[in-house]
């Protein structure tokens, strides 16, 4: 299927980005790649990323697989054996979009996941929305629980950065610190971090 060789070819590029970035010399960062929905099930995605991860030689640590709370929550019992045997490879393991989807409390303590990236739609009207002030507060308060990492995604305003610093949110990505861009565009901001 369509969707399966774009999900390859994203997580093959990745891969040989951060090969060619580590070669270079560059400083080493994490590097998130989304999984869909569909890829989650099949167990080709084991085998491709085994092949990749050699092939690379990367370190492991330095890919993020996002995968949606929607796709972890239908089939959940077939999830934890995926992200299990996924963790087995080292790589960081994160659920995107959270806040949007079912979640089930007792499944969640379940995954092998390192990461909750919160989702944008929360994150939007944080300046002016007790209600999603509330739900921020309450998935970091969760997440720092668990021992996951916080990360809020849609940042675009400084008051919706300053509310989340204070809540505790670890990580922040948004428009405020920078629009996507080709590799050779960012690799001068990246060089600059040290």
Known sequence: RLIEQVGAWAL???CRQIC???RRGMPSIRLAVNISASQVSPASIRQRLSAILRETA???ALLELEITEHSLMVGAGQAIKL???LNDFGVSLAIDDFGTGYSSLSRLKQLPVHSLKIDRSLVRDIPTDPNDQAICRAVVALGHSLGLNVIAEGVEMEQQADFLRA???DQLQGYLY???M???KFEPLLA???
């Open 12 to 14: 093959e590029t990745a």
């Open 20 to 22: 060619s970035w580590q």
């Open 167 to 169: 809540t505790g949110c």
């Open 58 to 60: 990367i370190d492991p």
């Open 178 to 180: 920078g629009r996507p």
């Open 192 to 194: 600059g971090q040290h």
């Open 83 to 85: 992200l299990s045997s």
């Open 182 to 184: 080709p590799s050779e």
